[in-house]
C-alpha cells in the first residue's frame, strides 16, 4: 500500500518540469554546417546558466541516418548543464504505426553519450488519441537515455487541447505553434501553464513589446517559450531578435 503510494508519488514527479522559471525551447531544425550555425544557441546557453533550454534535435524530419558531424555539434551543446536535449519524431497526427516511431526512439536513444539526448519531442500530435499517444510516449519511456534515467517527452499539437489527460504523460506540450499576429488575436489559454509551451514566429513588434510578451509568459509561469522575427524558414536561423529574447527570458526570472 505504502509502495503503492510511492510509486505513484514518482510518477507523478517523473512528469513534473524540471524548472520552475520560464524556459527556452529550441526548435533546431538548421543543419550545422559550420560550428557557426549554432554558435548564438551555444552562446546563450554559455551566457545565461540560470535559463533551462530545451532544444529539439532534428537532422532530416526524425534522425535520419547516423552523421557523426551533427552529433558532434550535439555534444558540443551538451558540454552546458543547462541544455535539455530531445529529439525530433514524427507521429502523423497519430496515424504512423508504432514500429516506425519505435525505431525513431531507438535510433536516438542509441546516440553517443556524449550527445546527452535525454528523451523525444513528438511532432504531429493530434488531441484525443490516448491510447496512441501512451503507445508512443511508453515507447519513449521504455528505452535507455544516456542523459536521463527515463525519457523527457514533449507533445506537439501546436494548438489548445483543453484540459486533456496527455499532460499526464507528457513533460510538456506545445499548444501554440503559430505567427505573433496570432498570438495577439487568440492568446493561448494556460490550463497547465507549468507543462505547456508556447512557440512564436513572424514577430514583429518592439523590443519593449518582446519584453512585455515574455514578462506575461514568466507571470503565468509557462514551461518554455520560442519567440522568432523569421517568417520563411521560421527554423532555420534564429532571427534578429534572438539575444534580446533570451536577454529577456534571463531578467524576467523571479
Ligand atoms: C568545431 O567544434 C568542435 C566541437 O566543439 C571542435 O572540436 C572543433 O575544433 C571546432 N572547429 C572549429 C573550426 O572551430
Ligand atoms: C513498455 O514497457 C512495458 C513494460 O515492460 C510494456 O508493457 C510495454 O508494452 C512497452 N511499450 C512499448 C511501446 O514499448
Ligand atoms: C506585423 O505583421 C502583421 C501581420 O502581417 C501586420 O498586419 C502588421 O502591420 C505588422 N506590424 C508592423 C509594426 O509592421
Ligand atoms: C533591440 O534589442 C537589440 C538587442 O539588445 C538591440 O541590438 C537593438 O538595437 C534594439 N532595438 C531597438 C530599436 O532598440
Do not use: C
Not at 560550428?35 to 535520419?64: C, H, K, M, R
Amino acid at each position: 500500500m505504502i509502495l503503492a503510494i510511492l510509486l505513484s508519488v514518482l510518477a507523478f514527479l517523473a512528469v513534473v518540469p524540471v524548472h520552475a522559471h520560464t524556459g527556452i525551447i529550441v526548435p533546431l531544425y538548421s543543419y550545422p554546417e559550420t560550428n557557426a550555425t549554432w554558435e548564438p544557441l551555444g552562446t546563450a546557453i554559455g551566457a545565461f546558466p540560470d535559463v533551462q533550454f530545451y532544444v529539439i534535435v532534428n537532422p532530416n524530419s526524425g534522425p535520419g541516418l547516423t552523421d557523426t558531424n551533427y552529433q558532434a555539434a550535439v555534444a558540443a551543446l551538451h558540454t552546458y548543464a543547462n541544455v535539455l536535449l530531445v529529439g525530433y519524431v514524427l507521429t502523423g497526427y497519430g496515424t504512423r504505426p508504432l514500429d516506425q516511431v519505435q525505431q525513431d526512439i531507438e535510433t536516438y536513444a542509441a546516440w553517443p553519450a556524449a550527445t546527452g539526448l535525454a528523451g523525444i519531442f513528438f511532432d504531429e500530435t493530434l488531441a484525443g488519441l490516448t491510447q496512441t499517444y501512451t503507445a508512443y510516449t511508453d515507447a519513449a519511456r521504455n528505452a535507455t537515455w544516456p542523459g536521463r534515467t527515463t525519457a523527457y517527452v514533449i507533445l506537439n499539437p501546436g494548438e489548445d487541447i483543453g484540459d486533456s489527460d496527455y499532460y499526464t504523460f507528457a513533460n510538456q506540450i506545445v499548444t501554440f505553434e503559430d505567427t505573433y499576429a496570432r498570438y495577439q488575436t487568440q492568446a493561448p489559454l494556460l490550463p497547465h501553464p507549468a507543462q505547456q509551451s508556447v512557440i512564436m514566429n513572424s514577430f514583429n513588434g518592439t523590443n519593449e513589446t518582446l519584453e512585455s510578451v515574455v514578462q506575461t509568459f514568466e507571470t503565468s509561469r509557462l514551461a518554455s517559450a520560442y519567440i522568432t522575427d523569421l517568417d520563411v524558414d521560421i527554423y532555420k536561423g534564429f532571427g534578429s531578435h534572438w539575444a534580446e529574447f533570451v536577454q529577456d527570458v534571463n531578467r524576467k526570472r523571479f
